[in-house]
């Protein structure tokens, strides 16, 4: 079983810190930092409240002058890499607010290492010209970290984050920094422009759909960009979005053979099957998914899109058998009773059929 990312800040960890940063600012209680941070709430903490204990303890236990303290942590951060690293930009995020020059400068210093896209945020809304306009120097670095944190960090709602509803509201800014990384020669910048994209099709559909048609074409590279950025609206059968990556209306497809379980127990897994066919050459182009119309604890039912495969399907029939596991899991909760299934096809649904989840 693979370790909880909390235990990336582990003893070794924490050792290693006190240590390079005592070497580096002799005045640094080692041993009393190290005992602080295992204090008694320790083993509660989840990843982020242990980053914000070990940053909160540093702010005591390094100079009070901030630019100081940023000094001595900017060479020690060199040693360190990964989750972890993101500790340094979160000390910026918490003691640097009303520096904003030297914080930005340490975000930059720091971000190559880890990333800052959780740090910067506090400062894009509280100095949006400064930040912003540092961001966009960043989008045009050769660095594709600092690129890449320009787009990242300027997501109107990265997860696990802070929101930003000026950029829910209009995202004007925003596409003014990541438009110019679209074609970026890294699928690390790429992405997190996708990412960003598909952020801001959830509250400003029009503008993405837009967007998407005025690129796709230029190069396979922005094809795939503005698909991942479409992927909420290709969810939701955007029949604006679903053409412009090939996938039409389906008049020509049958679906016949559609069997679904009348039963499923919690635990265990509902097996369905059905079949795709035509009249023409070929099916052509399609997009599968199913949808489950999940019965809720006030009795009325909640849909769920989940996709199964799509492809460009040159034979005139296309058999497909697929499962969904109700195995108990903590990010969705079951509750017994009739729920529906649905086949989906390029946006389309074509066939619905009810079963029961027992005990």
């Known amino acids: 079983m693979a370790k909880p990312l909390k235990d990336c800040f582990s003893a070794a960890f924490i050792q290693t810190l006190a240590t390079n940063i005592n070497q580096a600012y ?122 890449r944190l320009a787009s990242e960090g300027c997501r109107p709602r990265l997860p696990w984050a802070m929101a930003l509803p000026e950029f829910k509201r209009d995202p004007t800014q925003v596409l003014e920094i990541i438009l110019e990384m679209i074609a970026d020669k890294s699928l690390y910048v790429r992405r997190s422009v996708a990412n960003n994209l598909n952020d801001i099709s959830k509250d400003n559909p029009d503008l993405i759909v837009d967007i998407s048609r005025q690129h796709i074409g230029r190069s396979a590279h922005v094809d795939w960009v503005c698909k991942h950025a479409c992927r909420g609206l290709l969810k939701q059968g955007d029949k604006r979005v679903l053409p412009l990556f090939g996938f039409d209306c389906p008049e020509h497809v049958q679906l016949v053979g559609f069997k679904v379980s009348s039963q499923v127990k919690l ?67 079951y509750y017994f009773g009739e729920h529906q299934l649905s086949i989906v096809v390029n946006g389309e649904k074509l066939a619905t059929q009810a079963f029961e989840l027992i005990e």
């Open 26 to 147: 002799p005045p640094f209680e080692t041993e009393r930092f190290i005992a602080q941070v295992f204090d008694d709430r320790w083993d509660s903490l989840e990843l982020k409240q242990r980053m914000r204990r070990i940053s909160q303890l540093l702010g005591e236990y390094l100079p009070t002058d901030y630019s100081q303290a940023i000094d001595i942590l900017k060479p020690v951060s060199d040693d360190f890499s990964g989750l972890a690293h993101m500790l340094f930009p979160d000390f910026v995020e918490l003691y640097g607010l009303s520096d904003i020059e030297t914080s930005l400068n340490a975000l930059e210093y720091f971000t190559p290492n880890s990333s800052a896209e959780f740090a910067i945020r506090p400062f894009i809304i509280r100095f949006p010209r400064k930040t912003m306009a540092r961001m966009k120097k960043w989008s045009k670095s050769d660095n594709k970290h600092l690129r």
């Open 267 to 333: 635990g265990e897994s509902l097996p369905f099957q059905f079949t795709l066919q035509t009249d023409r050459n070929q099916l052509g182009k399609l997009r599968l998914e199913f949808i489950i119309d999940f019965m809720k604890a006030n009795g009325e039912t909640a849909p769920k899109i989940f996709k199964i495969s799509e492809g460009d399907f040159q034979g005139r029939k296309r058999s497909v058998t697929k499962s969904f596991s109700f195995k108990l899991i903590s990010t969705r909760r």
